[in-house]
């Protein structure tokens, strides 16, 4: 089976202390695609990952 993931929008996003601001994740061997990501106004503090992506 495969899919996709698309149109992912973020806007104003304040993090703090988290582990990642966006993750985005799929299971393994699904396969498909990611694309059309739009990301404005991040206040972000104290975190491992930005962008974290798995799948």
Do not use: C, H, P
Not at 8 to 27: F, P, Q
């Amino acid at each position: 089976m495969s899919g996709g993931i698309q149109d992912i929008r973020v806007e104003d996003l304040t993090a703090i202390n988290t582990e990642s601001a966006i993750r985005v994740k799929s299971a393994v061997g699904r396969g498909g695609f990611v694309k059309d990501i739009f990301v404005k106004g991040l206040n972000l503090n104290t975190m491992k990952y930005v962008f974290w992506m798995t799948g």
